[in-house]
């Protein structure tokens, strides 16, 4: 049995819910059949499937689907057994030109050609909506001494291919791929993936839409991008509404306004009329009718939000006519609803004011077929600009990667999440903003930390204990790290379109200022993986603001800051003031034992295609080699350094191996790990070596060579390689791991010792980032002075580059502020993982105290 909780609080209306469970090694059988139940007893039908596999062909992982109706359930568990029956089940007809999908109360006909996604949109048997179709405004420019000219195209979706990506009893997910098409030139550009996905009974649709950037942003520019729908909404003007979620509740308007000169507020119907009751003439209302009627009928109104703390609400008349400004507010909740006497459709956009500019659009009200857009990036929001920020390359003054120009953001994607719910009748305004919260805060069902401990799929960390003083203090230290980056993106406004889930890497304490403008000091980009320090703060306590901050990074990084089509496919961009701007192009980047925790929680299905797109990423290297400014190309087509290059494939090839259990990927593996084996500094060999990825064979080119080894660790490939000790049953490559974690650790003289003179102390920088290496070792050889050095590295400030207690200072400069002055995401990340892993490890040889007061004696 499996014990489950809700992330936050359970669901408040119906939901459907996908979420993931782990299993131990043996402990869960192809073909068993499982059921859910709750804290009663009570069981429920769940569609399950397999997502991981252990490597004696047990199940790892599971992904399970069910709908919940907003019962009063805190807690649920999986568990071996046959199901019930499904109440309501959904159903899919496929003909060769559309796939319908029936849920009970929703009937969607989506296209398989064409521009628009959805033919119709039935609820309960009357269309209330069509279309679906994306749209991106196209800006070019002409510029002269005297004038500049911009030139604005509209281009549509045109959709390439529609299939049937999932189909059960209560989920169904339809996958859409396709490409903009301009309509005065027939040009292709902007290819997009969206995915729309149905529960049975619900009436109620979600798309995970990804843009994909298939230009280099230099002499074309996205002016606007967005996906509208065709409205049938019935009854007059008067009788038609539209309401948008603000911050505490529901904005609400008729299209037209029966206040009136004569009649006021005061009037019994006028109250009636805006809380969205329909109106029906009468011969004791003819008069306030006939005056009604003569107001403006307000066919178009928006919602932008232009700022993380600022949108606006406006309407007008027509497109000939002014726009008419009505209210301002800080954060709007991204959910717009347009309705008439049969009903309506709200639609809703995740994290609205997190990624601005974004916005909101109903037009043609008062008319036969209204159109709602929703706008992930709206005209309102200015042309979007994807140029680099400099003609040059910064290396030496601003730690910028390489002395190429490589910042072109072709190839990198931007995913967005909308939802779209029909109604049949009038819906409460408490109903729509509870639509808004949940839709911004999807529910999701977790397990509880000892769940994911005990199954051993998730690596080596250890779950929260308190039990010892220092254990105790240095929990405090793990919270007060997150709560300081937590509370930093709030501080410093780490918001937009292109930067919400990141971070900034180091900061400037004479500006008060994180180094944005200098070169590879401004985004993180998943340099030393502050991700996985995320997912596994997650997994050890439960809690939902880590899950939302670690998830947000992962759609982030896995996104932006990777690229899927064009030179770099499968590869990411180091750390740079814009986001695809250095000139590293990495594998530790999109590595996918960064994202695949994600996956396995939520079942994402655009995750799993990213796991999917990197699993042959090493062949990116023959044209991008990592080591292309130390060496010539040898006898074989790349480089690869073991660490981040080789340990950054090897979490790619893990995680497609433990997904479909291909036996190739695995075999990849133990390629190189025989590679190594047979040199007689085995993991320490290299660390650069000449690599084929078509034989997946590492050959060496010598010891104590360019590459570093700090680099070898930094980046992942601890928790990556203690993950696969843990599946392998290989125990000369565990040896392996305990001597390079055991050598880090040696004086100089011992070092050149052992290595025959290969390798000496300036080959071994930042000593703190090998610390879990070295508890590694201490485990496996049961070293308590070995230990003693793992702790030191982390306790010792001069050795930890981690300041403790860590506490912020507020100061006063232009306004008032939180600051750690020496804080950077590289040194913060790997202190908080090394001391997650040491106290799995060593906890029990830790020191008797170590004083993070902050108290002078």
Not at 194 to 223: C, M, P, W
Not at 334 to 341: D, Q, R
Not at 348 to 370: C, D, M, N, V
Not at 769 to 782: I, L
Request: aromatic share 12%.
């Amino acid at each position: 049995m499996k014990k489950m909780k809700w992330l936050s609080e359970q669901p408040k209306m119906t939901s459907g819910v996908t979420w993931g469970v782990p299993w131990k090694k043996g402990e869960l059988k192809k073909g068993d059949r499982l059921s859910l139940v709750n804290e009663n007893a009570e069981s429920q039908y769940v569609q399950s499937e397999p997502s991981a596999y252990w490597p004696d062909g047990s199940i790892k992982w599971t992904k399970h689907a069910a709908v919940f109706g907003g019962q009063e359930h805190q807690s649920f568990a999986v568990q071996k057994g046959e199901s019930p029956q499904p109440t309501e089940v959904l159903r899919i007809n496929e003909s060769e030109h559309d796939i319908q999908v029936n849920t009970g109360t929703l009937v969607c006909a989506i296209h398989k050609t064409g521009s628009d996604f959805i033919q119709s949109l039935q609820i309960n048997g009357k269309p209330i909506a069509a279309g679906g179709r994306l749209v991106a405004i196209r800006e070019t420019r002409k510029a002269t001494a005297a004038e500049t000219v911009l030139f604005r195209e509209t281009s549509v979706s045109l959709i390439k291919r529609a299939a049937i990506e999932k189909s059960g009893p209560v989920k169904a997910v339809i996958k859409i791929e396709g490409v903009h098409i301009l309509q005065k030139t027939n040009e292709e550009w902007l290819p997009f993936v969206a995915r729309l996905t149905f529960y049975a009974g619900l009436s109620e649709i979600g798309i995970v839409h990804t843009q994909l950037i298939d230009r280099n942003g230099k002499q074309e520019f996205i002016r606007g991008l967005g996906i509208v729908f065709d409205l049938f909404l019935e009854g007059e003007p008067y009788n038609r509404h539209f309401r948008f979620a603000g911050e505490k509740g529901m904005y609400k308007e008729p299209v037209q306004l029966f206040g009136t000169r004569k009649f006021n507020e005061r009037y019994p119907l006028y109250q009636k009329q805006i809380n969205g009751e329909t109106l029906f003439p009468s011969e004791e209302h003819k008069e306030w009718f006939a005056h009604g009627t003569q107001n403006a009928v307000w066919n178009d109104v928006k919602l932008v939000q232009d700022s993380s703390d600022h949108y606006s609400l406006s309407k007008r008349t027509g497109k000939d006519y002014a726009w008419v400004g009505m209210l301002h507010g800080s954060r709007a909740k991204g959910l717009c609803y347009a309705g008439g006497e049969n009903g309506g459709i709200a639609l809703g956009l995740r994290y609205f004011f997190e990624k601005y500019p974004s916005a909101l659009e109903i037009t043609g009200l008062a008319g036969s077929h209204p159109k709602m857009t929703v706008w992930f990036w709206p005209p309102d929001g200015g042309a979007m600009d994807l140029r680099h920020y400099t003609g040059n390359t910064h290396v030496a003054s601003a730690y910028e990667g390489f002395d190429e120009m490589r910042a072109d953001p072709t190839g990198i994607a931007n995913t967005n999440e909308i939802s779209l719910s029909c109604f049949s009748h009038i819906p409460s305004d408490d109903v729509l903003h509870t639509l808004a919260d949940k839709w911004q805060a999807p529910p999701l069902l977790v397990c509880e930390p000892d769940v994911y401990y005990e199954s051993k799929a998730l690596g080596v960390w250890s779950v929260i204990d308190t039990s010892h003083p220092l254990k105790k203090e240095l929990e405090e230290q793990l919270d007060a790290a997150f709560l300081f980056y937590k509370k930093e993106v709030e501080q410093r406004r780490w918001y937009g379109f292109w930067h919400y889930g990141d971070v900034m890497h180091t900061y400037d304490p004479i500006r008060h200022m994180w180094r944005y403008d200098l070169g590879g000091y401004a985004w993180q980009n998943n340099e030393l993986v502050p991700t996985l320090w995320l997912w596994q703060a997650f997994f050890r306590s439960g809690r939902e603001d880590i899950f939302r901050m670690a998830e947000a990074m992962t759609r982030h990084t896995s996104e932006t800051d990777s690229f899927h089509l064009g030179e770099y496919a499968g590869l990411g961009s180091r750390h740079n003031v814009v986001h695809w701007g250095c000139g590293c192009k990495e594998a530790r980047i999109s590595m996918a034992g960064l994202y695949k925790f994600y996956y396995y929680l939520t079942g994402d299905e655009r995750t799993g295609d990213l796991l999917t797109e990197v699993k042959d990423a090493d062949y990116a290297l023959v044209k991008t080699d990592p080591m292309r400014a130390f060496y010539e190309k040898g006898k074989h087509p790349t480089h690869a350094r073991t660490g981040p290059d080789w340990a950054a494939f090897c979490s790619n090839w893990l995680a497609e191996w433990e997904r479909t259990e291909n036996p190739e990927y695995l075999r990849k593996i133990e390629t190189g790990i025989s590679c190594l084996k047979r040199l007689p500094l085995r993991l320490l060999s290299g660390p650069t070596f000449e690599y084929d990825p078509a034989t997946s064979r590492l050959h060496h080119m010598g010891d104590g060579i360019a590459g570093g080894y700090h680099m070898i660790i930094a980046f992942g490939a601890p928790q990556v390689w203690m993950e696969l000790a843990e599946l392998l049953d290989d125990r000369e490559w565990e040896e392996m791991l305990s001597e390079f974690g055991e050598f880090y650790t040696l004086s100089d003289e011992e070092k050149r010792k052992k290595s025959g003179g290969a390798l000496h102390d300036r080959h071994f920088h930042w000593p703190m980032f090998a610390a879990a290496m070295t508890a590694y070792a201490a485990r496996k050889k049961q070293d308590q002075k070995l230990a003693a050095k793992a702790w030191n590295l982390l306790l010792d400030d001069k050795l930890s580059h981690t300041p403790l207690p860590i506490k912020p200072e507020r100061i006063e400069t232009w306004t008032q502020l939180e600051e750690l002055p020496w804080v950077t995401t590289n040194t913060v990340s790997q202190w908080c993982l090394n001391v997650i892993a040491a106290l799995e490890l060593i906890g029990d040889s830790l020191p008797a105290k170590k004083d993070t007061s902050g108290k002078k004696g």
